[in-house]
């Protein structure tokens, strides 16, 4: 009877991490910091702005946008806004 109750009980925890939601794959590739960047540049903002807005300076911004662009594959603010409106994260 135990035995019954463990299967399930492990049929339903199997279940339940079957139904977690997926990951989104562009965010999955992308750091946190180059997440909230390109949503900041979203907003309108320049880097100078950015920096402020997250207490970093305004090379560590340009090195994130270097490094966001090169993980979208692209060459500006503006493709980088449509890869990443087209990946679900703005």
Not at 35 to 41: E, F, M, T
Not at 62 to 69: A, C, D, E, G, I
Request: no cysteine; aromatic share 4%; hydrophobic share 50%.
């Amino acid at each position: 009877m135990q035995a019954a109750a463990t299967r399930a009980a492990t049929a339903t925890m199997m279940d339940a991490v079957q139904a977690r939601p997926s990951v989104n794959p562009l965010a999955a590739r992308l750091h946190i910091r180059e997440i909230q960047i390109v949503r900041l540049i979203g907003h309108g903002l320049g880097n100078r702005e950015i920096a402020e807005r997250l207490a970093l300076s305004v090379q560590t911004v340009k090195w994130y946008n270097k490094s966001l662009f090169q993980k979208l594959n692209v060459a500006n603010r503006a493709e980088a806004l449509s890869v990443a409106k087209a990946g679900g994260l703005l």
